[in-house]
């Protein structure tokens, strides 16, 4: 495991990235995409007020430069 694991680092992070998104770049909706196997950023996606929409069970890769895979696809929408 490592050290930063579990500590909370990617939601600090995610919180920074959301932040700066809806108020500097003034966006009305993020997106996001991480595969059904990987829990740990899947909940701090959620814990950041991402909401999931659906799953891709197909491979995207020549669309979108992702792992061949199921990935979990969420959102979060500005607040106004």
């Avoid at 995409?33 to 996606?45: R, V």
Wanted: aromatic share 8%; glycine share 8%.
């Amino acid at each position: 495991k490592l050290d930063a694991q579990g500590k909370g680092v990617a939601s600090e992070a995610l919180k920074l990235i959301v932040n700066y998104a809806f108020t500097v770049l003034n966006l009305n909706k993020l997106v996001a995409l991480c595969s059904t196997d990987n829990i740990g950023s899947f909940k701090a996606l959620e814990k950041v007020g991402f909401s999931r929409e659906g799953c891709l069970k197909q491979n995207y890769s020549e669309i979108i430069d992702v792992v061949s895979g199921e990935h979990k696809f969420v959102s979060r929408t500005r607040e106004f």
